[in-house]
């Protein structure tokens, strides 16, 4: 995996679709080198920030699982940690 390829690919996928009016995707993987589970090629914890009008109405659990969900396959390929952010404009 080139260094910022899950980055990009978290990033399309918010973009994509939750149609956001504002984001912000931070790796923070430095800050955990050498923890337990957290590999050492990096990209796999970070801070994610996302206002979009598909939160409006949920909860902050309903809003954590749609993105959860979205990305199910970063979750399964080495991203370990998401700290996040989730709001209605």
């Known amino acids: 995996m080139n ?3 899950r980055k990009k690919r978290i ?3 918010i973009i994509q679709f939750l149609s956001p009016t ?3 995707v931070e790796d ?7 923890h337990s589970h957290a590999p ?3 990209e796999s914890h970070y801070n994610i ?5 598909k939160f409006i109405g949920k909860s902050r ?3 954590e699982r749609i993105v959860q969900k979205l990305l199910y396959d970063e979750f399964k390929s080495g991203l370990h940690a998401l700290s ?3 709001e209605p404009p």
């Open 49 to 53: 920030m996302i206002k979009s009008h």
């Open 40 to 42: 050492q090629e990096g």
């Open 61 to 63: 659990i309903v809003r």
């Open 3 to 5: 260094k910022g390829e």
């Open 11 to 13: 990033e399309q996928a």
């Open 22 to 24: 504002h984001f912000s």
């Open 84 to 86: 996040m952010h989730l």
């Open 28 to 34: 923070k993987s430095a800050d955990h080198r050498g």
